[in-house]
Structure formats: structure tokens, C-alpha cells
Nanobody
Framework: QVQLVESGGGLVQPGGSLRLSCAAS????????MAWYRQNPGKQRELVAL???????NYADSVKGRFTISRVNAKNTVYLQMNSLKLEDAADYYC??????????????????WGQGTQVTVSS
């Protein structure tokens, strides 16, 4: 019912910047929280940043002051501006959205959806 498409990953040198985007589409009533997670092979997926529909934000300690999450509700899109990238920021980055959808019985409910991931490589 909800598709999330990420873009913006790539290769960057330490100290560089990247901007990730994630656009939601499909059949939904509204998009509530949107977030970015990251994961490396063999490790758990970790929350990087979250933004509510009311624009409240929360960040992992490791990215505070360097990353900025934002969203444009009219476009159902969330962004992650990543500055001063470090080697340890390299990972697959995933977008997550909590959406209100309508079930087959007409009842509304919340569900979470994930994007396919975009790779961020930080290397000199």
C-alpha cells in the first residue's frame, strides 16, 4: 500500500556531505513518523534520525550536529542531510515510514513500511 523510494547514496570522502531522499507513494491516509536507519553487515539496524509529522526530531548521539532530518509533508518526502561524514557513517541507509492506511474492511490502522535501502560509502 505504501512504497518508499530512496535516493542520494554514493561514495564520499571523509568530511564530505551527502543528501538522502525518500519519497512515499501509494494508498494511505497520512504519513506519521518518518525515519532513517542504517545497517552494516552482521550488525543490527540502528536508528539514525526520526521526524514526526509535526516536525519534531530525534537523532542518534553519533550523528548529532552533523546530520539533519527534514520533511516536506506535501510531497510525502523525507530528507537526510549528512555533513562531516566519517568512515563509521558508511552503511546501507533505510527509510521507514509509519502510515495510516485503510484495510479491506474500511478500518484505518497504522503500519510501518521500509524502503529498499541506499548505500553510503565513506572512503578516502
Amino acid at each position: 500500500q505504501v512504497q518508499l523510494v530512496e535516493s542520494g547514496g554514493g561514495l564520499v570522502q571523509p568530511g564530505g556531505s551527502l543528501r538522502l531522499s525518500c519519497a512515499a507513494s501509494g494508498r494511505f491516509v497520512s504519513i506519521n513518523d518518518m525515519a532513517w536507519y542504517r545497517q552494516n553487515p552482521g550488525k543490527q539496524r540502528e536508528l539514525v534520525a526520526l521526524i514526526t509529522s509535526g516536525y519534531s526530531t530525534n537523532y542518534a548521539d553519533s550523528v548529532k550536529g552533523r546530520f539533519t532530518i527534514s520533511r516536506v509533508n506535501a510531497k510525502n518526502t523525507v530528507y537526510l542531510q549528512m555533513n562531516s561524514l566519517k568512515l563509521e557513517d558508511a552503511a546501507d541507509y533505510y527509510c521507514k515510514a509509519i502510515a495510516v492506511v485503510v484495510g479491506t474492511t474500511g478500518v484505518r490502522y497504522e503500519a510501518q513500511y521500509w524502503g529498499q535501502g541506499t548505500q553510503v560509502t565513506v572512503s578516502s
